[in-house]
């Protein structure tokens, strides 16, 4: 473990939009100060590639939210982590991680992550993830519906057309072909319904640290990020 962790475990919360680069540097903090990642957009991903696969999304989008709700107790959703470090979301047994990224699956996700029953059931299973602390999750909700009292809790931003650059990047990095105008219109959506639906929406807490990571690069936002730790130790101790 790094010699940067403490014994003082705490919570730490990454909310912001989508592509925003929340899980970047959640990962690298987790890894500097030896705690635990939790992907949570991942999970929503995960149970809308399982609704996908069931015939549970009309070709209109709809979801049929009756099935999917009576399946969600039978949907196993995990983490690994392979032999080079990275963590794989799990689905069924299956690693599904490259799988869940697609377009696709990004462009249904909002519409089954609106679900009040599916955000419950995946809910529970994050405050369980964080039971023992020493985690750093990401998401939209984290610091304001899973865990309201987080020692720590971080709001991320960048523009539209930043965000849907670095998507479109990390999109074309994995051989798919997708234009910017597409993946931009994709995260503009995306924006706009994750701030409007009714269950959790995107909404930054009152008591979370604001970073726009706009003109950063990723060692300045890890440093930053790392000195937001050691304040929030400092404070707690
Ligand atoms: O972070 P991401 O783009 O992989 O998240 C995928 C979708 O899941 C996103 O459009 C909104 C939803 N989501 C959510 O509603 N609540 C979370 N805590 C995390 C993600």
């Given amino acids: 473990m790094s010699t940067l962790s403490s014994d003082k475990k705490i919570i730490i919360a990454i909310d912001g939009f989508s592509s925003s680069g929340k899980s970047t540097i959640a990962k690298a903090l987790a890894r500097e100060i030896g705690y635990r990642y939790v992907d949570t957009g991942a999970m929503y991903r995960a149970v ?3 609704a996908m696969e069931h015939g549970m999304i009309a070709s209109d989008g709809t979801v049929d939210t009756g099935r999917l709700t009576a399946a969600l107790p039978e949907i196993k959703i995990g983490f690994e982590i392979n032999a080079d470090g990275t963590q794989h979301t799990m689905l069924d047994g299956t690693d599904v991680e490259d799988r869940i990224r697609r377009l696709d699956v990004s462009s249904n996700v909002s ?43 971080i709001f991320m931003n960048a523009s539209a057309e930043t965000r849907a650059q670095r998507r479109l990047q990390e999109l074309i990095g994995k051989g798919q072909q997708v234009t910017f105008e597409e993946v931009l219109a994709n995260v503009v959506r995306r924006d706009h319904l994750d701030q409007t639906r009714k269950e959790s929406p995107l909404r930054r807490a009152d008591d979370a640290i604001d970073l726009d990571n706009s003109r950063m690069t990723k060692d300045e936002q890890n440093a930053w990020l790392l000195a937001r730790y050691r304040e929030t130790i400092e404070k707690l101790s």
């Fill in 48 to 50: 809308t590639l399982y």
């Fill in 111 to 153: 519409a089954v992550s609106a679900i009040a029953e599916v955000r419950a059931a995946l809910v529970a299973m994050q405050q369980a993830y964080g039971a023992e602390k020493g985690i750093v999750m990401d998401g939209r909700d984290i610091g304001t519906t899973v865990f309201p009292h987080a020692e720590m809790k």
